[in-house]
């Protein structure tokens, strides 16, 4: 059984920063991918960004660029977002999930295991 957790998620005031991480536990196995995803009450699941795990490179929504930072300790197996410059809506669940193959980065999908969420809020 793969189990992921996420942390780090809570109350930050618009303008600060937070860093989530994801581990996992479980048996081991081998990924392709992870990434990050945030439902806001009332939306959908959206992509944040993804990581490939062998060669680090990494995808990201347009409406997280340039604030975000999605990045993995291959040693630990743990998956981090660094979060810059938040906003109010950028309020919202956010999960980790992990991709054993191929996939389409930005689609639930593509991602076999999923994490519990953190809660992450942006006061104005």
């Known amino acids: 059984q793969v189990q992921l957790a996420e942390s780090g998620g809570g109350l930050v005031q618009a303008g600060g920063s937070l860093r989530l991480s994801c581990a996992d536990s479980g048996r081991t196995f081998r990924r392709y991918a992870m990434g990050w995803f945030r439902q806001a009450p009332g939306k959908e699941r959206e992509f944040v960004a993804a990581?490939?795990?062998?060669?680090?490179?990494?995808f990201y929504g347009d409406s997280v660029k340039g604030r975000f930072t999605i990045s993995r300790d291959s040693a630990k197996n743990t998956l981090y977002l660094q979060m810059n410059s938040l906003k109010p809506e950028d309020t919202a669940v956010y999960y980790c999930?992990?991709?054993?193959?191929?996939?389409?980065?930005?689609?639930?999908?593509?991602?076999?295991?999923w994490g519990q969420g953190t809660q992450v809020t942006v006061s104005s």
């Open positions: 990581i490939t795990w062998s060669s680090g490179r990494t």
């Open positions: 999930a992990a991709a054993v193959g191929y996939t389409d980065y930005d689609r639930l999908r593509s991602y076999d295991y």
